[in-house]
T-cell receptor, first 112, second 114 residues
Framework: EDQVTQSPEALRLQEGESSSLNCSYT??????LFWYRQDPGKGPEFLFT???AGEEKEKERLKATLTKKESFLHITAPKPEDSATYLC?????????????FGTGTQLKVEL | ETGVTQSPTHLIKTRGQQVTLRCSSQ?????VSWYQQALGQGPQFIFQ?????ENGRGNFPPRFSGLQFPNYSSELNVNALELDDSALYLC???WGAGGPYEQYFGPGTRLTVT
């Protein structure tokens, strides 16, 4: 069964204090790993897709990387508006359509 | 380009009742997936529809059912509501049922069962 574990569960940073979020996964045949941002009471907002180990993608202050067992979301010089829950999800090649299996997320709070 | 929309925004139902949630997919997308998100948890896959056919189902009982229409909009129906069905229900659309395709989510429907 596909499994996704995210750590830490919660993270509090000062504005400008860089850090990384971790996503460990166990899947049979990874098709893609996805990062989403979710604000309270809203639907997840798509950030990145990573397809193979060694791949990196960047968007503003965010950079996502992928290895064979985990992915990292690096946040450089975060601002208060980066506060949200960040969700990691995997899509495996074992049927069930192209369902996403999600972790429980990392709740990020960036303070002034 | 129109994003994914869902209705209603909020809904309160009584245990044992039935509910229908609706979703309009993003323009150009032919696949709709439904997810249930309990408080403090990640979304859990319910099922997916591709070109009006169910194309994968998660570990949810048969009282969770769905439809997809020719315009690719979709409905989620839940019969015999239970207290544990209280959650945020998310619809996501994508181009294609193979993959990996990015799934774009709607704002969700908050269902409360009392």
């Amino acid at each position: 069964e596909d499994q996704v574990t995210q750590s830490p569960e919660a993270l509090r940073l000062q504005e400008g204090e860089s850090s990384s979020l971790n996503c460990s996964y166990t899947v049979s045949g990874l098709r893609g790993l996805f990062w989403y941002r979710q604000d309270p009471g809203k639907g997840p907002e798509f950030l990145f897709t990573l397809y193979s180990a060694g791949e990196e993608k960047e968007k503003e202050r965010l950079k996502a990387t992928l290895t064979k067992k985990e992915s990292f979301l690096h946040i450089t010089a975060p601002k208060p508006e980066d506060s949200a829950t960040y969700l990691c999800a995997v899509q495996a090649g074992t049927g069930g359509g192209n369902k996403l299996t999600f972790g429980t997320g990392t709740q990020l709070k960036v303070e002034l | 380009e129109t994003g994914v929309t869902q209705s209603p925004t909020h809904l309160i139902k009584t245990r044992g009742q039935q509910v229908t949630l609706r979703c309009s997919s993003q323009s150009g997308h032919n696949t709709v997936s439904w997810y249930q998100q309990a408080l403090g948890q990640g979304p859990q896959f319910i099922f997916q529809y591709y070109r009006e056919e169910e194309n994968g189902r998660g570990n949810f009982p048969p009282r969770f059912s769905g439809l997809q229409f020719p315009n690719y909009s979709s409905e989620l129906n839940v019969n015999a509501l239970e207290l544990d069905d209280s959650a945020l229900y998310l619809c996501a659309s994508s181009w294609g049922a193979g993959g990996p395709y990015e799934q774009y989510f709607g704002p969700g429907t908050r269902l409360t069962v009392t």
